[in-house]
Every structure is written in structure tokens, then in C-alpha cells.
């Protein structure tokens, strides 16, 4: 290693934060104010009729004449598109996390299956529990005709 760099990792602990490179797109330049239009007006549009990529591309071209890749429409209008959402106050995309307390939450299903019993098909019926915690699971098979139970642990 360079001593320039040990020094740096002396002085500080935390690494300085790298510049990222501004990268412009001088054939997309003169479209952006329209594919921010056409974005805009996506917010008000149902689901199914909102632009794609591949739609934005295809109407540039056809529109507008512009030879544009695709992968730079697709770069600019994976970025502007959450952007422009939250300019409009559109909700955010999000989820929210589960959290299951140990013993407190389990998950309970009962039906019947056919077994394989000494030659025979028989109808058994099953139980199954499982604890969302820790995932554990256990099964109790019944045989309703001659009361065989058994317990089967899953891990």
C-alpha cells in the first residue's frame, strides 16, 4: 500500500466519501422536458396504460426523430420516475416488516390425507402447526379407524 493511503487510514477511521462522476447525455438533453411530461401525465393514467421504456423510446423516435439507446432513456426514467412521484405527492413504495414474538404466533392447518397403512389406502386426517418465530414445525397424523396417531417433527 501507498503511504498516502496508510496515512489517510491513520488520521481517520472513516473513508472519505468518493465523488461520483456527473455524467450527462447530450442526445437526451433536448427530450427530457418532454419525457418528464410524459411521466407526469403516467401519474394520472390507470396502471396498464403508462408508458414503458420501450414505449418512450419508440414515441422519441417516432415523434420526434431522436436517436436515442435505449439504455440511456432507461437510466434517465428509472431515475426521474420516483422523483417526479414524490414532487406530485404520489405515496411511496414500501413494506413493513414482521416481527412475530416467540410463542405468540403460529400458524394452524387441518385436513385429510390419503396413506399407504400395511397394503391399504386409508383416509387419515392431519394436523399441522407451525410457530412463526422460530419456523418449527410439527404434524400429527390421525387415523380415524383404528386411532393410530403419530407425531412428526419437522425442523
Not at 22 to 36: A, C, G, H
Not at 42 to 48: T, V
Request: glycine share 6%.
Amino acid at each position: 500500500m501507498h503511504r498516502r493511503l496508510v496515512r489517510e487510514a491513520l488520521s481517520s477511521p472513516v473513508p472519505k466519501p468518493r465523488r461520483s462522476p456527473v455524467r450527462r447525455s447530450p442526445r437526451l438533453e433536448p427530450f427530457k422536458k418532454t419525457i418528464d411530461d410524459w411521466l407526469r401525465a403516467d401519474l394520472e393514467a390507470p396502471c396498464k396504460q403508462r408508458h414503458t421504456v420501450r414505449r418512450i423510446v419508440s414515441r422519441l423516435e417516432e415523434e420526434l426523430g431522436a436517436d436515442v439507446p435505449y439504455p440511456t432513456v432507461r437510466d434517465y426514467v428509472s431515475a426521474r420516475r420516483p422523483q417526479i412521484a414524490a414532487e406530485a405527492g404520489a405515496p411511496a413504495d414500501g413494506f413493513i416488516v414482521r416481527h412475530n414474538r416467540p410463542g405468540a404466533d403460529a400458524e394452524v392447518d387441518f385436513g385429510e390425507v390419503w396413506v399407504n397403512l400395511s397394503g391399504t389406502m386409508t383416509r387419515c386426517y392431519l394436523f399441522a402447526l407451525r410457530l412463526a418465530y422460530s419456523g418449527k414445525a410439527v404434524h400429527r397424523l390421525v387415523d380415524r379407524t383404528i386411532g393410530v396417531s403419530s407425531v412428526v417433527e419437522v425442523a
